[in-house]
Antibody, heavy 120, light 110 residues
Framework: QLQLQESGPGLVNPSEMLSLTCTVS??????????WSWIRQAPGKGLEWIGH???????YYNPSLRSRVAIVIDTSNNQFSLRLSSVTAADTAVYFC????????????WGQGTLVTVSS | QSALTQPASVSGSPGQSITISCTGT?????????VSWYQQHPGKAPQVLIY???NRPSGVSDRFSGSKSGNTASLTISGLQAEDEGDYYC??????????FGGGTKLTVL
């Protein structure tokens, strides 16, 4: 059964870079049938799509974050990563990774999520 | 891109049916049949209920159903149960090759 697990620092200083990794187990990330997504949820708020990446390395991002975000894929280690630069308190959120079928709207499964707090 | 519009809250009694709407534009909900619905309980990751407007993954109760008309997608829950209480989100593909979530709806079972 495919599982996703987010990892990374739980505390980031304002203006610095947030970096998270999603490790995929129980299946290969190197497939054309799926893309690999990042979603976040600020405390008490709704879900926000950040972006996703294909095994080819092609990535698509939320326009509101495009200038600060990058998603990279590492097929050799079955991982994909999120990098968000120049963070502020508004970037404090639970960050989820998820798999999405390339020809569908289904996001499944999801990681359990990891809370990242931006504060000095 | 603007979030899709969902009612902030809905409520119903056990056994009743409720419908949650998800309104977008001709550039997202109205453009493709790529709308899915997720249920989220406090402190948990969302779980898919409906995908591609009407499809239900195996293991999801047939009390959950989806539909779409024009720029509005809908999730209907029939035979409401206490365990259905939680937050519900829609997501749609857009003509900008991105995805956009709805603002979320809190379901209360009375």
């Amino acid at each position: 059964q495919l599982q996703l697990q987010e990892s990374g620092p739980g505390l980031v200083n304002p203006s610095e870079m947030l970096s998270l990794t999603c490790t995929v187990s129980g299946g290969s990330i190197a497939t054309n049938s799926y893309c690999w997504s990042w979603i976040r949820q600020a405390p008490g708020k709704g879900l926000e799509w950040i972006g996703h990446i294909y095994q080819s390395g092609s990535a698509y991002y939320n326009p509101s974050l495009r200038s600060r975000v990058a998603i990279v894929i590492d097929t050799s280690n079955n991982q994909f990563s999120l990098r968000l630069s120049s963070v502020t308190a508004a970037d404090t959120a639970v960050y989820f990774c998820a798999r999405q079928r390339a020809d569908s709207s289904v996001l499944d499964p999801w990681g359990q999520g990891t809370l990242v707090t931006v504060s000095s | 891109q603007s979030a899709l519009t969902q009612p902030a809250s809905v409520s119903g009694s056990p056994g009743q049916s409720i419908t949650i709407s998800c309104t977008g534009t001709s550039n997202d909900v109205g453009a493709y049949n790529y709308v899915s619905w997720y249920q989220q309980h406090p402190g948990k990751a969302p779980q898919v209920l409906i995908y591609d407007v009407t499809n239900r993954p195996s293991g999801v109760s047939d009390r959950f159903s989806g539909s779409k008309s024009g720029n509005t997608a809908s999730l209907t829950i029939s035979g409401l149960q206490a365990e259905d209480e939680g937050d519900y989100y829609c997501i749609s593909y857009t003509t900008s090759i991105t995805w956009v979530f709805g603002g979320g709806t809190k379901l209360t079972v009375l």
